[in-house]
């Protein structure tokens, strides 16, 4: 990618988001940075720089805000090459103990907040004829296995669904889409400020709770590196033919390959019954 593109990056003031978006700016290209306070993303990135760095407050689930930060970024850059929905955050707890309240405002940030972003991005990029939408999900959207995690796979796994509708909608109009599956990689992505716990547990869940210790007592030890996760989207980017699928890390494959080999050993033990289900020819 020898040309300067320009890149829309939320959640951007940390995690994979930082990591790319610092990436973007040390190779040349055009960044505009979202987060939700302004103080986050010049303190994490640098000061706003009116030929490189546009650093941006953005409320995820205001479409108002949404469309100003979209807007700043065309009036400054003068176009929009490829969109990085990364923001988000874990949510921790069984479907049981959840709150209402909890579980619409994970849906709030990572599905509506991504919706948000895509309805307001397509129409600069169907007038460039061009561009390309990352969606980030995790390979937690793709095998959802993990006990105390079901709203946060849940979110993923309609991130990776609306990626792949939104692919076939925008494809004649020569836009790119990937849904990216990363493993886990050594960010603060499990730390407090991402990690959020039930607000009313429940003690029957004993198991869900040793689950969540191990995941908080696993930050800091992730074995993927995200300076490689993101050097792999910046490829990725620049590819004539990028895919819509893009797993990151060996453990992401590993994760898929399982999942992959049960549900078609499942599939086959119950075809018969299953497909015996037409009326007579």
Known sequence: MTTP?????TGASKGLGLTLAKQLLASGHHVAATSRTIQA???AVGEASSDRFLPLKMDLSDEESVQQAIDATVKQFGRLDVVVNNAGY????????LTDAEVRRTFDVNVFGTLNVIRHVMPQL????????????SVAGYFGEFP????????KF???????ALAAEVKPFGIHVTVVYPGTFRTNFLADSSLMMPA????????????????????GQQPGDPEKAMAVLVE????????LHLFLGPDAYEVASKKEAEVQKQREAWQATATATNFPA
């Open 5 to 9: 593109t320009v890149w829309f990056i």
């Open 41 to 43: 993303l010049t303190d």
């Open 90 to 97: 874990l949510q921790f707890g069984t479907l049981e103990e």
């Open 126 to 137: 169907r007038r460039q004829k061009a561009g390309h939408i990352f969606n980030i999900a």
């Open 148 to 155: 105390g995690s079901g709203s946060y796979t849940g979110v």
């Open 158 to 164: 309609a991130v990776a669904g609306l990626s792949e």
């Open 200 to 219: 009313q547990p429940i003690a029957d869940y004993t198991e869900v709770r040793a689950a969540e210790n191990q995941w908080s007592a696993y930050d």
């Open 236 to 243: 990725v980017a620049a590819s004539a033919t990028p895919p």
